[in-house]
């Protein structure tokens, strides 16, 4: 990722550096029952976790989701031993890496997760360049609760864009949530703070930026299986390619 340089207080260009991990949960085989690739990249905290889960839906969701972390994070710090690295919750449940005395490399990274019906999601990134991820299709049911609450002006924004309303709600609901993680507040807070200053559409992805939050934007791409949603702030752009999403 690029910044540019207004001042001293951020004039690290490698800290601007981030990976996205995606597990596609309709393509592979269910991650519960890979035995040997947990072992490899599980904490023994994190197994005892898993083991402690009666019902094999959940077991799934949480084994998807701290894959998704751990090859994310192999792929960030390629020297870092998964084994002794665990993913907890901070006080305000958002995910956080606790390692080891001896994998004392990931004391300075961030971590997002969502989890989807199909997919599992993870994001690494520095802490000192804060970000946040999430992936959702919402269901027909989402849809009339998340659009009521939409303010006159982005309403306006969506009907310019031309947008239905499961692209509406999808495409709001991902970048809210987004945007909390990066935050940590979650959804607890109020949703008319979320609310959009301005929304354009480049290429496939859509770009929004906050009216009380002014140092973040997110980038949201559409999909038939869930819309991915990526939180960063505002000054920073991506020099890689979009990713190929569908």
Same mark, same amino acid.
């Given at each position: 990722m690029d910044r540019p340089i207004a001042s001293d207080s951020f004039d690290a260009p490698d800290l601007l550096r981030a990976t996205l991990a995606v597990i596609d949960l309709d393509t592979v085989n269910s991650p519960a029952n890979d035995a040997a690739l947990i072992r490899s990249y599980f904490h023994p905290r994190e197994m005892d976790r898993r083991d402690r889960f009666e019902h094999m839906?959940? %077991?799934?969701?949480?084994?998807?989701?701290?894959?998704?972390? %751990?090859?994310?994070? %192999?792929?960030?710090?390629?020297?870092?031993?998964?084994?002794k690295i665990s993913v907890e919750k901070g006080v305000f449940d958002q995910p956080i890496l606790l390692a080891d005395s001896s994998a004392s490399d990931v004391a300075q990274v961030g971590i997002s997760i969502s989890h989807s019906a199909s997919y599992a999601v993870a994001l690494i990134f520095h802490?000192?360049?804060?970000?946040?991820?999430?992936?959702?299709?919402?269901?027909?049911?989402?849809?009339?609760?998340?659009?009521?609450?939409?303010?006159?002006?982005?309403?306006?924004?969506?009907?310019?864009?031309?947008?239905?309303?499961?692209?509406?709600?999808?495409?709001?609901?991902?970048?809210?949530?987004?945007?909390?993680?990066?935050?940590t507040t979650g959804m607890m807070t109020p949703l008319a703070l979320y609310c959009s200053s301005n929304i354009t559409r480049q290429g496939n992805c859509f770009v929004l930026h906050y009216e009380n939050f002014a140092q973040y934007k997110t980038h949201v791409w559409p999909g038939k299986k869930g819309w991915l949603a990526l939180t960063m702030p505002a000054r920073t752009d991506m020099k890689t390619a979009d990713p190929d999403w569908e």
């Open positions: 839906r959940r %077991k799934d969701s949480y084994t998807a989701g701290r894959l998704a972390a %751990k090859l994310a994070l %192999k792929h960030h710090c390629p020297s870092a031993d998964m084994q802490r000192a360049h804060p970000m946040g991820v999430d992936i959702d299709l919402p269901t027909q049911q989402d849809i009339a609760p998340v659009l009521s609450g939409l303010d006159e002006k982005t309403q306006g924004r969506f009907a310019d864009l031309g947008l239905s309303d499961v692209a509406c709600a999808s495409l709001i609901w991902t970048a809210r949530e987004s945007l909390a993680k990066a935050l």
